[in-house]
């Protein structure tokens, strides 16, 4: 009896022990985890419904969420990390045949005979990988054996196409896939190529499909197996945008236009997650704009650039209305200097009289004009008035009669005229000088009023209109004659929208009012000078902008502060948050732009996301 107790126990010490090595033969999987294992995972969970965006082999936030889903179903600890007893029951709900097709099993220490190839391989292997995806469909150009840009943007299309890491690096793993494929299989994915994919039609190509336009930006529905009106919608507006038939079915051309972006947007999107990307190409399909950047900030680091249509976050644009929120910060450095007085009348400071000829006796002052007060028309484009000429005889190309000085607040261009004209009348050097010296030199900027003051070799992009056509050419505004010197009554257009910067300046300056008026042992301004642009005024009406410097307090955790900027086609934002530390530096060119509280659809779409955009860069 007691022999027979002890097999007992002995066998059962076996089994256990086995299933131990057997569970640790999966490595713990959790978020950061990158590879093939977590492409692994990744496929299993897609399988049983519980992930369905891309499939990666990066345990990102999606990932996380779909493994506590799974755990919490199957009565587990829910922590979201795949560890053995995680993997042991995923791997068997999923099924043997599936992780068979997936993925290859735990390596058992064989080598494979295949090397590792990468962009600067050459020779023999690289030509026969070359000749394969060629056969695919994947790749194009001449077979040379030489690993350069289109050998590996091919490989990504064919790891992407296989659920693989999309690296472009041809590894064991991703040659023998390729390897293993039948050459009848003739484009970039075997499943998708082969069938003509239309409405009604389902399975696992209508889901590659969708996922790949929905990281492109065109589809943002479910991403499920069924070809529906919303993927023939998305389809159409691939289509379109690359030139072909508009039909809204998925055939040959449509796959070979659509795996040659995906692979392409892959390649330039380096490490951003596929949420992010999606999110931000979505964004540039809606609006139909031509070029534009983006620069997120948070705590003074840059954590996200994204840019289209040839544009970078150093490309200069000439900025619209901007123009008013930066030169204003050259005029509160007078202020601070104490050489401008905010409550003064600007009569006493410039060669000309300034007064609403219907309120002759109220004077108006900087704070007006910095606060949109001052009642100037929003209609007023002629910057270049007889100003002793105002109300005689009826001569009034400025003002709003109907409103006295300081009572109603009225965006009105003209106040940004102003500023120009205040700075060189007090300091007797043109604002271009003027500004250099105390803003754009100290903190590095790229910006100027005319293009012909950017440094040598700075790169640009025209105006363009709603149609996409060019409506203001950099180079006829660098031919057109600029007046580089102080002259208050005729220099008073330049500052209303004209200064040309980019994104990356935007955001040093940004910074510079998130950090009190600093940035980097620079001072530019006062803190209490900052607080001072962004609070409400005293004795005003109630003016959203602050002095020239706009609130919005209709977003998730808290205010955003800065400046828009619309003309024709162009729009740009620059904005600040104090209570998260991040900065919004935006240009889209060439587009009918949407309004939503009086800002552009982009930049709403962008600011109502920001923390799902940041959590999805930072905890990638």
Not at 212 to 238: C, E, H, M, Q, S
Not at 451 to 468: C, E
């Amino acid at each position: 009896m007691k022999r027979a107790i002890t097999w007992i126990l002995i066998i059962v010490l076996l089994v256990s022990a086995c299933s131990v090595a057997a569970a640790a033969s999966y490595p713990t999987l959790r978020k950061g985890s990158k590879g093939s294992e977590v492409t692994r995972l990744q496929n299993a969970l897609k399988s049983l419904g519980y992930y369905n965006i891309a499939v990666d082999g990066i345990y990102g936030k999606g990932t996380v969420a779909a493994v506590k889903a799974f755990q919490s179903a199957k009565g587990l600890s829910v922590d979201g990390v795949a560890g053995s007893k995680t993997l042991t029951k995923l791997y068997e709900s999923a099924g043997s045949g599936s992780q068979a097709q997936n993925t290859p099993q735990p390596q058992t220490g064989s080598s494979s005979q295949y090397a590792t190839l990468s962009s600067g391989s050459k020779g023999s292997a690289v030509s026969a990988l070359q000749k394969k995806l060629k056969a695919l469909g994947y790749y194009t150009m001449s077979v040379d054996g030489a690993y350069g840009k289109g050998t590996t943007a091919a490989v990504k299309a064919f790891q992407s196409a296989e659920g693989l890491t999309a690296n472009g690096v041809a590894d064991s793993l991703t040659q023998e896939r390729l390897f293993a494929k039948e050459t009848s299989q003739s484009s970039a994915s075997a499943s998708t190529t082969v069938t003509t994919l239309r409405l009604g039609d389902s399975g696992e190509a209508v889901t590659q499909l969708k996922n790949k336009l929905w990281y492109l930006g065109y589809y943002t529905g479910t991403l499920d197996n069924r070809f529906d009106d919303a993927t023939r919608t998305a389809v159409i507006a691939f289509q379109r945008a690359s030139s072909l038939t508009r039909d809204g079915i998925a055939g040959k051309k449509t796959f070979a236009a659509l795996d040659s972006a995906y692979a392409s947007m892959k390649a330039n999107a380096g490490t951003l997650p596929d949420d992010a990307v999606s999110l931000l190409n979505s964004i540039v399909v809606s609006s139909g704009a031509k070029n534009g950047t983006l620069v997120l900030s948070k705590n003074g680091s840059t954590f996200l650039t994204w840019s289209f249509g040839g544009a970078t976050q150093d490309t200069c644009y000439r900025i619209a209305s901007i123009t008013k929120w930066v030169t204003a910060i050259g005029l509160m450095t007078l202020y601070d200097q104490g050489k401008l007085d905010l409550d003064r009348d600007i009569s006493n400071y410039l060669p000309f009289p300034v007064r609403n000829p219907a309120w002759p006796d109220t004077p108006i002052t900087a704070r007006m004009l910095l606060s949109h007060t001052s009642s100037f028309s929003p209609s007023a484009e002629n910057y270049s008035p007889n100003w002793e000429r105002i109300g005689v005889n009826g001569y009034d190309p400025l003002f709003n009669e109907s409103t006295a000085p300081g009572t109603h607040y009225a965006y009105a261009d003209y106040n940004g005229a102003l500023f120009g004209c205040l700075i060189e009348a007090i300091t007797g050097e043109s604002v271009q000088n003027y500004m250099n010296r105390t803003v754009f030199q100290p903190l590095g900027l790229i910006a100027a009023y005319s293009p012909k003051y950017l440094p040598q070799g700075t790169k640009t992009k025209d105006l363009l209109n709603t149609s996409g056509n060019i409506s203001i050419s950099v180079q006829n505004d660098r031919n057109r004659a600029y007046n580089n010197t102080a002259d208050p009554r005729g220099n008073n257009g330049y500052t209303v929208g004209k200064l040309y910067t980019n994104a990356s300046s935007l955001t040093k300056l940004a910074q510079m009012m998130l950090n009190g008026g600093e940035l980097n042992g620079v001072r530019i301004l006062n803190a209490e000078t900052v607080a001072l642009m962004e609070a409400d005024q005293p004795g005003l009406a109630t003016s959203k902008y602050g002095l020239s410097t706009v609130r919005h307090s209709q977003f998730p955790r808290g205010t955003w502060y800065g400046h828009q900027g619309r003309v024709s086609g162009l729009t740009s934002n620059i904005y600040y948050q104090r209570e998260t530390g991040i900065t919004l530096a935006l240009v889209m060119n060439g587009y009918d732009f949407q309004l939503e509280d009086n800002i552009v659809m982009p930049a709403v779409t962008l600011l109502k996301n920001m923390q799902r955009i940041e959590q999805s860069v930072l905890l990638h």
